[in-house]
């Protein structure tokens, strides 16, 4: 079982450009969610979906689109990047206890971005 | 949303000392995890706990959820020990796990 795979694992971005970043995991988990990690910021949430064809957004959703169409693969889209949304991010997935709760939460490996 | 405090913000053990970690949140909750983040980045789940107590190995986890307080205990602690611990947690009828900006832990042999 590979778990929760990311990739790219380190990218580097000019200011306007765009890019995704891919999230898949294969333990048919029906909760995904991605975070950003900053220094001294812990990790926060961006979007989440709950299941195929939902999705919602976090605590820091701006600059930041996904979309879920299949159970396995939640990808990330910076539409316009900024030098703000330099940060390491982290996807994430859990079993998702339907009416009770996300369940345990299972991280990928983490994908540096550096925006200039 | 739900408030997540951990303290104390660092921490340093001479190896083989134990410790003990806290994490505070503002309202019930429906999901507390703990997570160690490695020093290579990498986030590794230790207990899935949103009431009573858990073990694994050295390390214990305890969360009373009437008072909103959870504790991570390590003993005898290792150099591999150090990291960041986590703690994360969800309101009722929330699915956004808010984080605790972490304790760092240094280990020194």
């Known amino acids: 079982n590979a778990g929760v795979t990311q990739t790219p694992k380190f990218q580097v971005l000019k200011t306007g450009q765009s890019m995704t970043l891919q999230c898949a995991q294969d333990m048919n988990h029906e909760y995904m969610s991605w975070y950003r990690q900053d220094p001294g910021m812990g990790l926060r949430l961006i979007h989440y979906?709950?299941?195929?064809?939902?999705?919602d957004q976090g605590e820091v959703p701006n600059g930041y689109n996904v979309s879920r169409s299949t159970t396995e693969d939640f990808p990330l889209r910076l539409l316009s990047a900024a030098p703000s949304q330099t940060s390491v991010y982290f996807c994430a997935s859990s079993p998702y206890l339907a009416g009770i709760d996300t369940g345990e939460l299972f991280f990928g490996e983490g994908s540096r971005l550096t925006v200039l | 949303g739900i408030q997540v405090e951990q303290s104390p913000p660092d921490l340093i053990l001479q190896e083989g000392a134990n410790s003990t970690l806290r994490c505070n949140f503002s309202?019930?909750?429906?999901?507390l995890q703990w997570f160690h983040q490695n020093p290579w980045g990498q986030l590794i789940n230790l207990f899935y706990i949103p009431s009573g107590t858990k073990q694994n190995g050295r390390l214990s986890a305890t969360t009373v959820a009437t008072e909103r307080y959870s504790l991570l205990y390590i003993s005898s602690s290792q150099t591999t020990d150090s990291g960041v611990y986590f703690c994360a947690a969800s309101g009722a009828g929330s699915y956004q796990l808010t984080f605790g900006k972490g304790t760092k832990l240094s280990v020194i042999p």
């Open positions: 979906s709950v299941g195929a064809g939902i999705t």
């Open positions: 309202d019930s909750v429906n999901n």
